[in-house]
């Protein structure tokens, strides 16, 4: 399945105090003739509290036969009707739409109108729906929801873009203005490129609240469950320039988690100049991210460049209290692509802010290789160092930025990474470097440093590039029969440093 056609604080632990034990104690739909219920955002921690301390159950998946057996293009020909969109006629800043199950989409989602602190379902209808050819539920089905999107004016003032979709797991995604479909986050990954396998929590409960006439911001809280975990969490919507999404988690483990990924990101990378080894494709570049961006507790900004491995890479960087980090599509350029449908110069970046401290742990990146661009192959996320213990509370905070690139970055960045044969199994890499901190640089007092852990590197040259308004450091590296090569290498003017650091992992 093509997702782009599908889809057009501190980790410590806290004790907290429940005033409401007993509501929503089934977690999903209310009584028989309840129409609605009280709602405080401690409810939603309160039923993920008491979710981990009992087996994990799994959420209502049983669809009809016809619903079940879908293929994607059959999946695609039931829509949601925009005119009966959550709000529609009520001059509201935020419309909200659904998604219905089937295909990969079975397991059930309840939905929650939040309205003066009392929660109202959302009710299934097939009225909700056009069909075309697929066979239609009964009438009187009650089938739920697989998910929904946020629609609010952010590209025209007589418009409402979709903005944001949660769907599919804990699955999540966002644009600014201008921008189409990229990157997914996700609430938490547990496992990811492990040998056990990995787990994929889901979302089983969503409450939204109502917006003022007059609000910039929409609060969905949600519930997530998986067979290690249970969470609360509550997003605050603002869309945008950049559009942000201040999230609070309340984790609650059912058993010790060694491999926890706080506030983990999905991407694609299939190549680019860096990686073009046994491409045969009429565009220069193809991928949703080119790197990942960290800025770290040192105060150091690392620009790791992405590549699509032979074998599965795992890297990892170790850090306390992170300041940010992120996967960011930095060319914006479309003739960087030449993709008339896809655009992935509209791509947008994902920058995860910590709120609070998050002590030691790494921020860990996982290439996985693929063939083709249909597939999430990048994943990242923040790893604490120690497990997450089980009947634990775990109270994390952060902010995810969904947008451009970092305007106003205090050093000069790379822009491009191009990689190429040098003779005898050497391998020439050009970097080049742009950014404001570059004016008035003195081109006797810039420098190259380049280091590599493993093989030799030569031929250092650092010159300016007028043609691009910037800077270009090249030079050799001969692997010398390693398997791998972590390099790096930063711009500097005597002893001062003009560029962020460029760090990459060679592989044959």
Known sequence: MNRRQFLTTSVAPVVASFPFRNAFAAAQTPPPGVQDQPFDPAIVRQMAHEAAQKPYQAPDSSLPDNLKNLDYDSYRKIRFIPDKALWRSEGLPFQIQFFHRGFYFSNRVDVFEVVASRARPIKYSTSLFTFEDVPQPPADADLGF?????????????????????????YFRAVAKGQTYGLSARGLAINTAQPQGEEFPLFKTFWIEKPQPTADSIVVHALLDSKSAAAAYRFTIRPGETTVYDIEMNLYPRIDIAEAGIAPMTSMFLFDANDRQKVDDFRPAVHDSDGLLMHNGRGEVLWRVLTNPADLQVSSFYDTNPRSFGLIQRQRDYHVYEDLESHFEKRPS?????????????????????????HDNIVSFWRPKDPLRAKGEYAITYRLHWGGNEAGAPLAVFQKTRCGAAGDNARLFVLDIAGDKLQGAKPDAVRGVVSANFGKVTNIVTQPAPEDGGWRLSFNLDPQKAPVVELRAQLMQDDDPLSEVWVYRWTP
């Open 146 to 170: 697989a998910g929904f999107r946020v629609h609010a004016k952010i590209n025209r003032p007589d418009y409402f873009d979709e903005v944001g979709v949660f769907l599919g797991a804990s």
């Open 350 to 374: 994902l920058r995860v802010e910590p709120i609070g401290d998050w002590g030691d742990g790494e921020v860990r990146l996982i290439e996985i290789p693929t063939q083709t661009e249909i």
